[in-house]
C-alpha cells in the first residue's frame, strides 16, 4: 500500500510523533488532523514536516505501531545542502518527486493583489461566521502573502497546503492566522522574539495555549525557526497557562 494512503487511515486517530528540532528530539502526542501527501501532517494544530529546514519526523506510532519511520533521519538531521531532496526521494521515491514538480506551478499568482488587512485580526472573540467569511475571502492572499514571509521553497509548499485545509474550521484559522502574524513580524529583523510574540499575543487576544499552538507552527516555517523554538521551550515554561507565574 502507499505510504500516504496508508496514513490518511489513521487520521482521527491518536498518535505519536517524534521529531528533531534543530538538534533536538521532540514529541508530540495527539490526534492525526490531516496528512499533506509527501510534505507535512498535523497533529492537534502542530505542523510537522516529514522533512524540512532544521525539522524532520523520525517516526510515527499509533497504539505502539509504527506506521512510519524515516531512518535517514537523525538527531543531527539540519536540513541543509540538498538533504531535504535527498531523504525525501529515497523514502518516498517517484511520487515525491512528482508532487514537488507539481508545487511549483500550484499557486495561481493572479491573486497577488490581495492582501490580508493589518487592522482586521481574526480573534477569538469574533463569531465563527466572521471568522470563516474572512478566511474564506482572503484564503488566496494568506497563501501568497504568507509565502513571501518564508525564505525554504519547500516550506512555502507546506504553507500552501495547511492554507487549503483549514477551510471552514474556526479554530484552525485562528491559529493559522496567529502563525500568519507571527511571520510577518519575525521578517523584521530589528524586532526582538519576546517583542513579536508578546505582540501577536495581544493584538489577537490569544491565551498561552493558542499561542503556543501559533508559534510552534510559525517555527516550522520561518528563518528564524530555530533561535524561536529554543526561547519558546524556556519561555512558555513562565507563562500562565503552562503552570508559570
Not at 81 to 110: L, N, Q, V, Y
Not at 177 to 191: D, E, M, T, V
Request: with cysteine; charged share 30%; net charge negative.
Amino acid at each position: 500500500m502507499e505510504i500516504m494512503e496508508k496514513l490518511r487511515q489513521y487520521i482521527g486517530k491518536n498518535v505519536k510523533c517524534t521529531y528533531v528540532v534543530s538538534g533536538n528530539v521532540v514529541v508530540v502526542e495527539g490526534v492525526l488532523e490531516d496528512v499533506y501527501d509527501y510534505f507535512t501532517v498535523l497533529i492537534d494544530m502542530t505542523t510537522v514536516p516529514f522533512a524540512g529546514i532544521r525539522v524532520a519526523m523520525m517516526s510515527l506510532e499509533c497504539e505502539n505501531e509504527v506506521i512510519f519511520s524515516n531512518p535517514y533521519v537523525t538527531p543531527e538531521y539540519m536540513g541543509y545542502g540538498g538533504e531535504i531532496e535527498d531523504i525525501s526521494k529515497k523514502i518516498f521515491g517517484r511520487p515525491w518527486i512528482r508532487a514537488f514538480e507539481k508545487s511549483m506551478t500550484k499557486i495561481d499568482h493572479t491573486y497577488e493583489e490581495y492582501h490580508v488587512s493589518e487592522d482586521w485580526f481574526i480573534v477569538p472573540s469574533r463569531s465563527d461566521e466572521e471568522v470563516i467569511e474572512y478566511y474564506n475571502k482572503y484564503k488566496k492572499a494568506y497563501i501568497i502573502e504568507g509565502r513571501n514571509y518564508i525564505d525554504d521553497e519547500a516550506h512555502k509548499e507546506e504553507w500552501a497546503n495547511l492554507c487549503e485545509n483549514v477551510v471552514g474550521d474556526r479554530e484552525k484559522i485562528v491559529v493559522l492566522n496567529g502563525a500568519f502574524a507571527l511571520l510577518r513580524y519575525l521578517k523584521r529583523p530589528a524586532i526582538s522574539l519576546e517583542d513579536a510574540i508578546n505582540t501577536v499575543q495581544q493584538e489577537l487576544d490569544l491565551d498561552d495555549q493558542t499561542l503556543n499552538w501559533v508559534v510552534m507552527n510559525a517555527g516550522v516555517y520561518s528563518s528564524r525557526s530555530e533561535e524561536l523554538l529554543i526561547y519558546w521551550s524556556q519561555e512558555r515554561n513562565n507563562r500562565q497557562g503552562f503552570g508559570g507565574k
